[in-house]
């Protein structure tokens, strides 16, 4: 899915036969908590249809390296300032 720009600590474990469990850090580009919620809504889907994982938890987090880079930026600036 490329609303998804990486995922990470994903783990998936059995609590009971026909009961599979999984959560997973996923990271989004940054953007409204509503939207996120979506893509949450269609990975649980996806899940469940295709591999039958019906108890799924995930963790969102926002992609931060484009606003990261930013302050680094603005930072290498004033050291010249200063
Ligand atoms: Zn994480």
Redesign the pocket.
Known sequence: MSDVKEV??LHIWTLASNFYALSA?VVIKDQMLSKGYLIIDKLEKELEVRFGINHPTF?L?ADLSNEQNEVIKISRDSDKKG
């Open positions: 990470h600590h850090h963790q987090e």
